[in-house]
């Protein structure tokens, strides 16, 4: 996607309203709000760095959980300033709202090089609803736009859209990387492209599957999705995750890879228990079941078996250019995480091969295994990396400045 991006303006000196996603995972410990991972703010670090560099002055906005517009300090984005801080090594600055006299007052104040982060942008109700008022007050602090924020690009908000009519609208690095992954990669993928779908739904994944029959070479399926097209293929499930009433849809699928010639694989073998207690994380009993056989009546499956694996694996040893969006199986739980973690290792150990993780639990997945460093890329958005494998725009972009 040829849109523009930082690279392309001189910025020195010039207000930067930039929309980070520093939507990160807060502890409340005694009262005080503790970052547990601070992997999204590291994610923003070249673009922030780069701009500090040619001497912006740096208006960081965000949103964080949802507080549905009302002021909520458990939400507040004070803690992530000063954990910035710590990473930038220099002062951030925090102003309490996102827009209004006391925000403004602190933007003109900025040198070059200074950052400020402004409180969160959903303490506005006008945020979510791309409230035009508020983005143009938002767009008063500044004289450039500035998105970094991919995981938020799919919604058309004030902060990732909106401004974007009051300001020229340019991408951060974080967001050049994703859109040349997520999309330019994959117009013209090198072969063979292996594509690795898991999850729960079907549902969730059908515009996906239909939109990359036509550029993959391969599909592996795997996770709850699969049992919806055994179903379709009249196999027995058991009391496996299915929906029944996207039978149809599945065969529809079935039919589209066979006559597109694209290889369409399903489990072979499957990991099944007769109880799965999630709030202990355990199983009870579990065992394999044989290559071809059915699922009996009250077993459920609940992850790849060991020929499964093989089958998957050979795929992805061979591929050039593959993506993995969802897990194999309910990998939270240990005895359940075995055909998960291993297509996590096939895959890092193909080193000649441009591997993209497309957000999500493939990401825990990935770094659970202990291989995160060993993938081409992994995305920061799992819905907005989803609806850009679905072939949608997504209104974050779509605003930005094209080449």
């Not at 996607?1 to 990160?24: A, H």
């Not at 970094?148 to 300001?167: C, I, K």
């Not at 050049?176 to 898991?198: Q, T």
């Amino acid at each position: 996607m040829s849109k523009q991006t930082i690279r392309d303006l001189d910025l020195k000196g010039k207000r930067c309203l930039v929309r980070v996603d520093f939507n990160v995972p807060l502890d409340d410990n005694d009262g005080v709000m503790v970052i547990t991972d601070d992997t999204r703010i590291k994610e923003t670090l070249p673009t922030l760095k780069y701009l500090i560099e040619k001497g912006a002055k740096l208006i960081l906005c965000s949103h964080l959980g949802r507080p549905k517009g009302q002021r909520d300090p458990k939400q507040s984005l004070k803690p992530v300033a000063i954990k910035l801080s710590e990473i930038l090594g220099k002062s951030v600055a925090f102003a309490d709202d996102c827009v209004g006299e006391a925000a403004k007052e602190q933007a003109l104040a900025l040198g070059e090089g200074d950052v400020l982060l402004l409180e969160n942008v959903r303490f506005h109700a006008g945020e979510e609803k791309n409230d035009t008022e508020l983005a143009k007050q938002m767009a008063e602090l500044a004289e450039v736009y500035v998105n970094d924020a991919f995981g938020s690009a799919h919604r058309a908000h004030s902060s990732t859209a909106g401004v974007a009519a009051f300001l020229p609208a340019v991408s951060g690095l974080l967001m050049e990387k994703e859109l040349a992954y997520m999309h330019d990669e994959l117009e013209a993928p090198e072969r063979p492209f292996v594509v690795i779908l898991g999850g729960a739904k079907v549902s969730d994944k059908i515009k996906v599957i239909d939109r990359l029959l036509d550029k993959a070479d391969t599909i592996l399926i795997g996770g709850g999705m699969a049992y919806t097209f055994k179903l379709a293929l009249g196999e027995k499930i058991g009391k496996s995750l299915c929906e029944p009433d996207k039978v149809d849809t599945a065969k529809a699928a079935l039919e589209k890879a066979k006559a597109k010639g694209v290889k369409f694989l399903l489990p072979i073998d499957n990991f099944i228990v007769e109880e799965l207690n999630f709030k202990n994380k355990t199983v009870s009993p579990g065992k394999y079941t044989s290559v071809g056989e059915g699922i009996p009546d009250g077993w459920e499956g609940v992850d790849i078996g060991p020929e499964t694996i093989a089958l998957f694996s050979a795929e992805v040893a061979s591929a050039k250019t593959l993506v993995w969006n969802g897990p194999m199986g309910v990998f939270e739980i240990k005895d359940c995480a075995k055909g998960t973690f291993a297509i996590a290792d096939t895959i890092a150990k193909n080193q000649s091969c441009k591997s993209i993780i497309g957000g999500g639990d493939s990401v825990k997945a990935v770094k659970k295994a202990g291989v995160a460093d060993k993938v081409t890329f992994i995305s920061t958005g799992g819905g907005a990396s989803l609806e850009l494998l679905e072939g949608k725009e997504l209104p974050g972009v779509v605003a930005l400045l094209d080449k």
